[in-house]
């Protein structure tokens, strides 16, 4: 028994080597690694280990595998990764501005406006010189400007924004093509693939991080209107929103767009808006419309908790349960009811009503959806056309005079204007849709959004009834407004 295990051990050193003695052929000696890797794991003793020892995970037996390196993919890439520089004017209001007696008996100065700036990234996602990059990137912004990695800076024009997506497209002009990278499918992603972040972290320049995708179809609340994202634990900080977060095989998977931290600092999580449905941003942008248009349902959807499931006969809680469906809405033609839950959609599983909107939206305007409904106990598949939100006939209305009012553009809603405003598409009355700065509207607090419910009494159905009441020239106004799903009320001598 002793010599047998020393001869073991011999043919085992033997092997060794051999395996030495021949590592200047790279093939033979993958050979010999993998050879020696069977026997030291006596995966020759066992029926069907050798497949097993293919997935196994080893150490680097060649010198060519020792110097691997990301240096390739990172020169293809990052020259289509760009700094976005937004700015904007700020008005400043003077400490003796609104006083009573100041205003009476001096000249109060009017202050010059400062000039608020933002830094962030972008990906040039055509060599026609489309970018991406996040809208709070450039919100509110006046002027910006995006520079290339070999240091050539450029103007740019906003084709796109919208803030609901926390997205933005814009285009620069160059002589000819600009360095680019494609916009790959991330729903082939996998927990575990390797990504790179590309960005310019606090300004200090282009950089590259790596690491895994750490979670998908995550749903973090307040970044944006689809909580479905790309979770990553490579490195994110602030100036890397906009940038790219690139698969292995060279595409753009997603934009990097915001970080879970206590410190301001990454902390290993971070969110990246999948490139699917950026993809059709860019699309939309590329047809000359300056919002991205989300399908049109026509129906609400609730969260599937774990009691709700348990009543459903659900192993575990998942799925987008309807809770209403709207009269003659693309959801009310294609048979949905109260009380269904939406499984699947195109075969993809739907986890909550987020992911339901998100596969939705990454669905072409005029085609259909196949959904997989539980309706009593039984599944049943639901055909839904995708459709443009309709919109009404309303003109938009400018509020002159002397009120609280002047200064604002108002409009009745409809579908499509509420989900411009991200406002429930099921809400109506008269909403506010533009703003002139240092107008009596912008002093007392409205905001674009703002749905107008009553004035000095008067309920506002019209857009026409409170251009009426405005024009009256009260000394006192009293008015109510509905902002965020509450009531506001307030008081004003005028």
Known sequence: ????????????????????????????????????????????????????????????????????SFAPLIKETAPAVVNVYASSQVEVRSPFAGDPFFERFFDVPRMPPRVQSSLGSGV?????????????????????KVALADGREFESEVLLKDEGLDLAVLKISNDGPL??????????????????????????????????????????????????????????????????????????????TAIFSRSGGSNGIGFAIPANIVRVVVEAAQRGEDFFERPYVGASFDTV??????????????????????????????????????????????????????????????????????????QVEIELAIERAPDSDAKPLSIAGNSPFAGVTVQ???PRLAQRLRLSVDLEGVVVTGMERGTPAARVGLRIGDIV?????????????LAEITS??????????????????QVIRY
Do not use: C
Not at 8 to 15: D, E, P, V, Y
Not at 28 to 49: F, H, K, M, V
Not at 472 to 489: H, K, P, V
């Open 453 to 465: 419910r009553e004035v000095n009494g008067e309920a506002i159905e019209t857009a026409s009834d």
């Open 1 to 68: 028994m002793v010599g047998r295990l020393a001869m073991n051990r011999l043919s085992k050193a033997g092997l060794l080597l051999v395996a030495v003695s021949m590592a200047s052929s790279a093939v033979a000696q993958d050979g010999i690694a993998d050879a020696l890797t069977d026997l030291l794991r006596g995966s020759r003793t066992q029926e069907g280990a050798t497949a097993q020892q293919g997935a196994l995970k080893r150490v680097p037996f060649s010198q060519e595998q020792i110097q691997l």
């Open 124 to 144: 040039i996602v055509d060599a026609d010189g489309i970018i991406v990059t996040n809208y709070h990137v450039i919100r509110g912004a006046d002027e910006v």
């Open 305 to 378: 908790t774990a009691r709700i499931g348990e009543a459903l006969g659900l192993d575990r809680p998942t799925g987008a349960l309807v809770t209403n469906v709207t009269k003659d809405s693309p959801a009310a033609r294609a048979g949905l009811r109260s009380g269904d839950l939406i499984l699947q959609a195109e075969g993809k599983p739907v986890q909550h009503p987020e992911g339901l909107e998100y596969r939705l939206a990454t669905m072409p305007l005029g085609s259909a959806v196949k959904l997989i409904v539980l309706r009593d106990e039984s």
């Open 179 to 256: 360095p680019s990278v494609s916009l790959g499918d991330s729903e082939a992603l996998e927990v575990g693939d390797l990504v790179l972040a590309i960005g310019n972290p606090f300004g200090v320049g282009q950089t590259t991080t790596s690491g895994i995708v750490s979670a998908l179809a995550r749903t973090p609340s307040g970044i944006t209107d689809f909580g479905f994202f790309i979770q990553t634990d490579a490195a994110i900080n602030p100036g890397n929103s906009g940038g790219a977060l690139v698969g292995m095989n060279g595409s753009v998977v997603g934009i990097n």
């Open 412 to 414: 009745e809603l409809g």
């Open 472 to 489: 009256s020239g009260a000394r006192w106004w009293q008015f109510t407004i509905e902002r965020d799903g509450r009531l506001m009320r």
